[in-house]
């Protein structure tokens, strides 16, 4: 059994306390307002790190530090994208600083973990489209290191 | 953006600006919708005494793939305080796109008075208009609906597959690339809930943002669309056409645009869409 990155453990359970659907809203909503885009390049805004299936227009990439940890940039091009936001800054707080290794094992279901079952397929998909990304670039600094 | 009724519409009346909504905050006689595709976003502060319709849950049976029935219907109505004589203002993200979805689905109730608010979400915050976090609660009212009527703006499956035979025409509102299936393939990405990928045949590819500005979300003047639609797609007013997407969301704001926003008569939206037909066994698919 793969080991969730520790930080965001911390977080799934804190969620899995949460008793109502508008906690749920509430908890997310405030991390949609941790959001802070880093657009440090818009070169950076490419196809390659653009997000499929993703309504928000969410870019994904990362940098690898000295200590072979990799940090995590994201750009939310969707204003109204609270969804995206919301994910990529728990993603942010959770998985950056991690090394490759560790945030491979960010869980399939991590959406609906975060999000609930009564998420619609669309939403699902774009969602997942961002964790997929993440653990995609991951994946790549891993075989780098192989 | 032109007035409304100087974009020449047939149904002019059928759009109401950011300005009339907010010049009718307190009209007990409007009910003002707000439908997304975030699901969180209303809760982020939404236009004050609007209430919140929620395409996954208010407007779908929770256990078929289905639209709530006439007692759901019934049963939302009352929650947002509406009776039938209550005109609904829908609006939302994503330049009306699940607005249009709700009012397609108030239409197989009858409930004709409805509108759309020009522009959506986006507009009323580019103009800085006030947004609330206080959710509005309605004494619950006593609306009686009729039975749900598919017929003249629903298509089903069986139905598209009598459409194709006769080659008539169908709008495939979905992105270039979800039309040619070439989405579907991309590695390690979730599928579009379709096993195929790929467009109903003799489909034209008219993805439905062509009929919005895409800088504040008002829809195009019935010139640009009239060119869009019947000039270089051949699609005329009296013809029978059905527009379909993923699951019939973005088809529902083309299904708009032709039927009041150009007239034409004779439009139904296949709701099943792609996530239906790139999954039924034998339906005949072009690439």
């Not at chain 1, 965001?8 to 749920?24: G, H, I, N, V, Y």
């Not at chain 2, 929620?54 to 779908?60: F, R």
């Not at chain 2, 330049?95 to 108030?106: G, H, K, P, S």
Request: net charge neutral.
């Amino acid at each position: 059994m793969n080991k969730i990155p520790p930080k965001l453990k911390e977080l799934l359970d804190l969620f899995s306390l949460l008793s109502t659907e508008q906690e749920r809203i509430d908890f997310l909503i405030s991390y949609s307002d941790k959001f802070k885009e880093n657009l440090e390049s818009v070169a950076q805004l490419t196809e390659e790190n653009n997000v499929p299936f993703c309504e928000s227009g969410v870019y994904v990439w990362a940098k690898q530090q000295p200590d072979k940890t990799l940090k995590f940039y994201f750009a939310v091009q969707n204003p109204q994208g609270i969804s995206a936001k919301a994910l990529t800054a728990i993603l942010d707080q959770t998985i950056s600083g991690e090394k490759p290794e560790v945030i491979v094992n960010i869980p399939d279901d991590l959406v609906y973990k975060i999000f609930g079952q009564s998420l619609s397929m669309g939403k699902n998909m774009g969602l997942s489209g961002i964790v997929q990304m993440v653990k995609r670039k991951a994946k790549g600094y891993l075989k780098v290191q192989v | 953006m032109s007035e409304i009724k100087e974009r020449g519409y047939s149904n002019p009346d059928v759009l109401v600006t950011t300005e009339w909504v907010a010049n009718h905050l307190n009209d007990k006689s409007i009910r003002i919708v707000e439908s997304n595709e975030d699901q969180l976003l209303y809760s982020t502060g939404h236009i004050p005494g609007a209430v919140h319709v929620d395409w996954t849950k208010d407007l779908n049976d929770q256990i078929r793939r289905d639209y709530l029935d006439k007692k759901g219907f019934e049963s939302l109505m009352s929650r947002i305080g509406a009776t039938t004589g209550t005109t609904v203002v829908f609006y939302g993200d994503k330049n009306n796109w699940w607005a249009c979805y709700a009012y397609w689905v108030f239409q197989l109730f009858g409930h004709k008075n409805a509108k759309i608010m020009d522009g959506g979400r986006i507009k009323w915050e580019k103009e800085g208009r006030e947004l609330t976090r206080d959710v509005p609660i309605f004494t619950k009212t006593a609306y009686t609906s009729p039975e749900r009527n598919d017929t003249k703006v629903r298509a089903f499956r069986d139905q598209v597959l009598e459409h194709v035979k006769k080659r008539l025409p169908l709008v495939d509102v979905r992105s270039p690339q979800e039309y040619s299936g070439e989405r579907l393939h991309m590695p390690e990405y979730p599928n579009e809930g379709a096993l195929r990928g790929g467009h109903i045949p003799g489909a034209k590819n008219i993805p439905w943002a062509k009929a919005v500005n895409p800088e504040d979300g008002t829809f195009k003047p019935a010139s640009e669309l009239k060119k869009l639609y019947q000039e270089e797609n051949d699609l005329r007013p009296g013809d029978n056409i059905i527009a379909y997407c993923r699951i019939g969301e973005r088809s529902s704001h083309t299904w708009f645009v032709l039927t009041n926003l150009l007239g034409y008569k004779n439009v139904r939206n296949y709701d099943g869409s792609w996530t239906e037909w790139g999954n039924l066994v034998g339906a005949p698919i072009e690439k």
